[in-house]
C-alpha cells in the first residue's frame, strides 16, 4: 500500500464511521472530524498549498494507480468548475502525513466546496462570502472560532455521493443566520434566540416648556457586539487535541453591556453666571409641580 494513503478514507474503513464534522475557519483552513461509534474521533486539515495544482499533480503521479476512482472523481469537478482550488488534507498535528485519497475543492462561482474520500463526492453549497474567506485565509490560525461547523450522520448519507443545501443546516454561518443570502460583513450579530415581550410605555408628566426642554437627549446605545454562545466557539490549534467531541466554552468573550436607563431627576442648576435649565421663573414653576 502507498504509504500516502489514508485507511481511514478507504472504501473498506470510511462506512464504519458514525458521520463526520465539517468545520471552516477564517485562516483559510477546512477541519474534517471522522467520528467512531466509541465517541473518539480522526482529524484531518485541509490547507491549500500556494501551487495548488502542481501540488494536486504531484500526488495524482504517485498514487493514480490505486487510486483511479478517486482522481477521476476530482478531475471532474476540476473541468466543470475551472476555477476551483484544491486543498491537500493532512493528519492533525502531522503536516507530513498527507491523504492522497482525500481532497477539498471549493469554486468561488459556484459558492460551494467539494469532499472527495475515495471517490465518495460531498458537495456542500456554502454562500459567496464563506468561500472567499476560505480561500482568503487572512485570519490567525490558532485560538479563533470556526466561521462553519455542520455534522454528518451516516443515517443522512450513508456515505454516498451527496449534496447538501444551505436549509440542511443545523447553524450555517457562524457569524450570521444559514441562509442564501450573502453576509454583509464577519461581525453581523446573530440574532436572538428569544424575543422578550414588549413592555408598556411608562407615562412620565411632562417638563415646563422652557427652553430646556428643546435639547436633545442623548440615550446610551447598547453595544452592537455579537453574543457569542458556548457552543460557537472551537478552537483551530493543532496542538491541542480535545477529548469530547464538543465545541469547548469560550473563555475570552465579554458579556453585552445593557442600556442604562435615564435618571429620573430634574437637570441640576448650576451656579450663577453659567447655562442652567431654568430661568427664576421656569425654577419657581418647577418647584410648585413637585409639590
Not at 128 to 154: A, W
Not at 255 to 276: E, H, I, N
Amino acid at each position: 500500500m502507498i504509504e500516502h494513503i489514508r485507511p481511514e478514507f478507504t472504501p473498506d474503513i470510511l462506512p464504519t464511521f458514525n458521520g463526520y464534522h465539517l468545520q471552516i475557519f477564517a485562516a483559510g483552513r477546512a477541519k474534517i472530524s471522522l467520528q467512531t461509534v466509541a465517541m473518539k474521533k480522526h482529524e484531518f486539515f485541509a490547507s491549500r498549498p500556494k501551487k495548488d495544482r502542481a501540488a494536486f499533480k504531484r500526488q495524482k503521479t504517485r498514487s493514480l494507480a490505486a487510486l483511479t476512482d478517486h482522481y477521476a472523481a476530482v478531475d471532474q469537478i476540476l473541468s466543470d468548475h475551472p476555477d476551483a482550488k484544491v486543498f491537500r488534507l493532512h493528519e492533525k498535528g502531522n503536516n507530513n502525513a498527507t491523504a492522497d485519497n482525500a481532497h477539498l475543492l471549493a469554486s468561488l462561482e459556484e459558492a460551494s466546496l467539494w469532499l472527495v474520500m475515495s471517490g465518495v463526492v460531498h458537495k456542500w453549497v456554502l454562500t459567496t462570502l464563506l468561500v472567499h474567506v476560505l480561500l482568503e485565509g487572512k485570519h490567525k490560525r490558532v485560538g479563533e472560532p470556526s466561521i462553519f461547523n455542520e455534522y454528518v450522520p451516516t443515517q443522512e448519507h450513508d456515505w454516498q455521493d451527496a449534496t447538501f443545501e444551505m436549509v440542511d443546516y443545523a447553524k450555517g454561518f457562524r457569524e450570521g443566520p444559514a441562509s442564501t443570502t450573502i453576509p454583509t460583513a464577519l461581525t453581523a450579530p446573530r440574532p436572538s434566540s428569544k424575543v422578550a415581550p414588549a413592555k408598556a410605555p411608562i407615562s412620565t408628566p411632562p417638563l415646563p416648556k422652557t427652553a430646556a426642554s428643546k435639547r436633545p437627549v442623548h440615550r446610551q446605545e447598547a453595544s452592537s457586539q455579537p453574543v457569542i454562545t458556548p457552543d460557537d466557539c472551537v478552537l483551530d490549534d493543532p496542538d491541542e487535541d480535545m477529548c469530547l467531541f464538543t465545541d469547548p466554552f469560550c473563555e475570552n468573550d465579554e458579556d453585552v453591556p445593557s442600556a442604562s436607563p435615564l435618571p429620573k431627576v430634574p437637570p441640576k442648576v448650576m451656579k450663577s453666571g453659567s447655562s442652567t435649565a431654568y430661568d427664576k421663573a421656569g425654577l419657581w414653576e418647577a418647584l410648585q409641580a413637585s409639590k
